[in-house]
């Protein structure tokens, strides 16, 4: 088969999407289908075809919103070359820019389209309106949700059954909702002889040796919630002093977090990595004893997915999107407030035998993510996509 990707979050771009996205990509081609990338040119503003590697990159103009650009939703010179391509069906990995364009290339060429729905985005219109008009932009964000994911794709797909319900009860989206969570490679994140020499290295120079250590990863935004994190933490610290809180990444909200926890008084506890480069997250999640999250905006949380198969207790807030991760007292647990998750990270710090045994259930409950099941899924919806663009024919 001949799929074509478009999507607005590429690489060098790093991202949930953007390891999703790669990941289809590489396996797709493994099982011998032949797959080609459409994308933005987040470097310059300069169309580049890389022909060897089958990536049109189209330039944009930035948004203001971490590094994305936004493209034209028509290029007639990447039309040219998509033609050539014959493909058998386009796979839409974003609503605007790109995602209209594939709107664009699939009527004209007549192409089957399948839309994966990534990001709720009445959740980030702060970014946009920057707190005036919130509840407009809210309900334009909604507006332009359906007309994307209903009217113009053959197929929808989303990752968690939160996705599914909040677009069929509230959305009032007719259209047959697919779910597929987003898949892994499982074995990156095995602790191997090479990873754990980095680890001790890692740990004595963030001086990790003898605390237990809660890790987050991924963009510090305003919707991670990661200010309630450290809310939350200063009064933990007030019944273990041992616990640290680890960081990984970058975004527009962590001066704001640095500033907090000096106020909050806990600058000793908490480290901020900054960037780190993609190759090396999973030697930073063995940081961790425990990985926790108190974002309630995610369609997924892939970076849950990638604590469970580095054999971490997952300790969440209780909300939809990590129901499907996370079993309850199983291979982890979902708090509803502050101090369950206290006892939660409590439990596991002074039980040894609890933890191990949700330390290896975590790493047993992956396998339904692993890559191969989530191209398989999705070549599926593929052939769905076809089969009806046939029919209508």
Request: hydrophobic share 35%.
């Amino acid at each position: 088969m001949r799929i074509g990707i478009f999507t607005d979050t590429y690489e060098p771009y790093v991202s949930g999407v953007t390891t999703s996205i790669k990941m289809l990509k590489e396996t797709l081609e493994n099982m011998h289908h032949t797959v080609y990338i459409v994308t933005v040119n987040l470097a310059k503003h300069k169309f580049i075809y890389d022909e060897k590697n089958k990536i049109i990159y189209i330039p944009g103009i930035k948004t203001g919103i971490y590094e994305t650009r936004l493209t034209n939703i028509y290029n007639n010179k990447a039309m040219k070359i998509i033609k050539s391509w014959n493909l058998d069906v386009i796979h839409s990995q974003t609503e605007f820019g790109i995602g209209m364009f594939s709107r664009i290339v699939s009527t004209k060429l007549n192409i089957p389209i399948v839309h994966t729905y990534h990001t709720l985005y009445e959740d980030y219109v702060h970014y946009v309106t920057h707190g005036h008009f919130n509840n407009l932009g809210k309900k334009l964000a909604i507006k332009l949700t359906k007309y994307f994911c209903e009217k113009k794709c053959d197929e929808l797909i989303v990752p968690t059954p939160k996705i599914k319900e909040l677009f069929e009860q509230k959305y009032q989206i007719k259209k047959l909702v697919h779910v597929i969570p987003t898949g892994i490679d499982t074995n990156k994140f095995n602790l191997n002889p090479k990873m754990s020499k980095e680890v001790t290295k890692l740990k004595q120079k963030y001086n990790l040796q003898s605390s237990f250590v809660i890790g987050t990863v991924g963009r510090i935004a305003k919707e991670k919630s990661l200010d309630k994190e450290l809310q939350a933490l200063t009064k933990l610290l007030k019944k273990d002093e041992s616990i640290k809180l680890l960081i990984v990444g970058d975004g527009p909200e962590l001066n704001n977090l640095q500033k907090l926890t000096q106020e909050l008084n806990i600058q000793d506890h908490v480290i901020f990595t900054g960037k780190v480069k993609y190759d090396l997250i999973p030697t930073y999640y063995h940081l961790f004893d425990v990985m926790s999250s108190f974002s309630v905006t995610e369609t997924q949380g892939l970076t849950i997915i990638e604590g469970l198969a580095s054999s971490l207790p997952i300790v969440c807030i209780n909300d939809e999107s990590f129901k499907t991760m996370v079993t309850h007292n199983y291979n982890g647990y979902l708090f509803n407030n502050d101090d369950e998750f206290i006892s939660y990270i409590l439990k596991l710090k002074n039980n040894p035998d609890t933890y191990q045994e949700i330390a290896l259930n975590a790493k047993n409950s992956i396998y339904k993510y692993s890559k191969e099941v989530f191209a398989s899924s999705c070549l599926e919806v593929y052939h769905q996509a076809i089969e009806k663009k046939k029919a209508q024919n």
